[in-house]
């Protein structure tokens, strides 16, 4: 029951914009800590970005600062990321994740208390 399902993937073509949307539920949502995760093909799961309780702190990955941004909105349990001028390297399984803390988030260990099962983004030049 506790989960969270990511929404929003499909193709588009390079400098286009995509909003990913993640729904939580069977937890307190406005208690955790909400990021995203991506895994290109052959390649580790990356870290993408995150965002505090009451959305007032972000962390973003260095190879997508300054281009996506995180936010989420607790009375909807819902956590979004907006991209934008999206290259074909951003190509990936973009994953929805949360824990309690964000050092889980940016500790690069992976473990994180909730995922989700992913949403494909891919990029066409």
């Known amino acids: 029951q506790v989960q969270l399902v990511e929404s929003g993937g499909g193709l588009v073509q390079a400098g286009d914009s995509l909003r990913l949307s993640c729904a939580a539920s069977g937890f307190i949502f406005s208690a955790y800590v909400l990021g995203w995760f991506r895994q290109a093909p052959g390649e580790e799961r990356e870290f993408v970005a995150a965002i505090g309780w009451s959305g007032g702190s972000t962390n973003y990955g260095d190879s997508v600062k300054g281009r996506f941004t995180i936010s989420r909105d607790n009375a909807k349990n819902t956590v979004y990321l907006e991209m934008n001028s999206l290259k074909p390297e951003d190509k990936a399984v973009y994953y929805c994740?949360?824990?309690?803390?964000?050092?889980?988030?940016?500790?690069?260990?992976?473990?994180?208390?909730?995922w989700g099962q992913g949403t494909l983004v891919t990029v066409s030049s």
């Open positions: 994740a949360a824990d309690r803390y964000t050092t889980s988030f940016l500790s690069g260990r992976g473990v994180l208390e909730v």
